[in-house]
């Protein structure tokens, strides 16, 4: 069976030429980049290069890049290693569960956190920031692209109001990275966190930007790796790995695949809504990064469709997450004002740097076929649909 895989948000294939490039790091060239001997010299020069690359991918210098196990931790170290008890923190309530749930911890040791709201398009007001601003107001964090709806969120003006207001700012920027350029100086901000199994490296890879002069707290003790950010032997293959896709993020930009990849994921969207009635873009007239769409499907269990998809070898995936067998709506959906059911039936479609055009064809052909013969099988739909 064919299988087309529109989940790049989730995470994304490691690309040829980045397996390539790591490869020798599991076999002749294995040294512990701390090691002052040959072996240890080649990887440490490795694991600089690597550096450089991921500092010309965001705009700042080797040194303000720490490498880490990946987004989850990068968001930990920047949330919970630049407050401490008694500080304000600011935050959206639509930012990934790596930095809600580091808020909820900050909020257990005695931090105070404000969860500013997002509009129906999930855009957060900057105005609503400089409001929530207080005299022990220490970080400011906010989500650069949602994982969910792919909109951006306004981060230079943000970073421009924690600059003037003398606050860290911290922007989750593991789903823009590769999709749109970063240049951490436009931002103002001081840390900024990067995934490396969402632009084409290895799970369980990471960087964080933390601005020169920025004091940041531990979560690990032991070596003084990564200039004591960051205790723990280096990952030396994914390290090169994540300097490759960063140095392939950049040519991809400067050959226009961004723009290719939006006029796919167009395509996409509007074939999509132009054979199938009552459904609509979730976060529609925002700026989004150029591979997501997150689209609803009135009358249908999102999860129902996605395994039905499945079953037609289409990947896609719900903006719905699993806890204790209960489905949740969307914490971001449903912040953005969508009704539970409307949430519970929206479907994230996410294009990654391997998809082409006749992946988005297989999907168009499936994709509204399915969303129809599922919502005859729906007794609610059934009952509208003859009502009306
Ligand atoms: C916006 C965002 N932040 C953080 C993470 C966590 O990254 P990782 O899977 O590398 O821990 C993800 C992963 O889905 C994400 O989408």
Not at 15 to 41: C, D, K, T, W
Not at 51 to 75: I, K, N, P, Q
Not at 130 to 159: D, F, H, W, Y
Not at 169 to 196: E, M, N, W, Y
């Amino acid at each position: 069976m064919r299988r087309v895989y529109l989940d790049n948000n989730a995470t994304t294939p490691v690309l040829p030429e980045v397996i390539e490039a790591m490869r020798p790091y599991f076999g002749e060239r294995f040294g512990n980049a701390s090691s002052i001997h040959h072996h240890g010299q080649d990887t440490r020069a490795a694991v600089e290069n690597a550096r450089e690359s991921m500092a010309t991918l965001l705009g700042c210098r080797a040194s303000e890049v720490v490498f880490t196990s990946g987004g989850t931790e990068s968001d930990n170290l920047a949330v919970a290693g630049l407050v401490a008890a008694g500080d304000h923190v600011i935050t959206s309530s639509i930012e990934h569960h790596a930095v809600l749930h580091a808020c909820k911890h900050l909020e257990e040791i005695g931090c105070e956190v404000t969860y500013l709201p997002v509009d129906g398009r999930s855009l957060i007001d900057p105005d609503d920031v400089r409001r929530a601003l207080r005299p022990n107001t220490k970080l400011v964090t906010v989500i650069m692209a949602n994982n969910e709806t792919g909109v951006l969120q306004p981060v230079e003006e943000i970073g421009k109001i924690a600059a003037e207001a003398d606050v860290y700012f911290h922007t989750d920027a593991v789903q823009a990275a590769g999709k749109v350029p970063i240049d951490v100086k436009k931002i103002r901000c001081d840390a900024l966190s990067i995934s490396g199994h969402k632009i084409h490296a290895p799970q369980g890879t990471g960087a964080l930007y933390v601005r020169k002069g920025t004091h940041i707290q531990p979560l690990f003790y032991g070596g003084r790796h990564e200039r004591s950010r960051r205790a723990g032997t280096e990952n030396v293959p994914g390290i090169v790995a994540l300097g490759k896709a960063a140095e392939l993020a950049l040519q991809g930009f400067a050959n226009g695949n961004d723009r290719t990849m939006a006029a796919s994921r167009d395509r996409l969207q509007q074939g999509i809504l132009a054979q199938v009635d009552e459904a609509g873009v979730n976060g529609e007239g925002a700026s989004r990064v150029p591979n997501t769409t997150n689209i609803y499907f009135d009358h249908i269990e999102g999860e129902a469709l996605v395994i039905a998809l499945d079953l037609k070898g289409l990947a896609v995936s719900t903006g719905a997450a699993c806890s204790s067998g209960a489905i949740e709506p969307s914490h971001v959906l449903t912040a953005m004002g969508l009704r539970a059911d409307r949430a519970r039936s929206s479907l994230r479609f996410s294009l990654g740097k391997q998809s082409t055009a006749e992946d988005v064809e297989f999907a168009l052909a499936l994709v509204p076929k399915t969303v129809a013969r599922l919502r005859e099988l729906s007794p609610v739909y059934r009952k509208t649909a003859t009502s009306c």
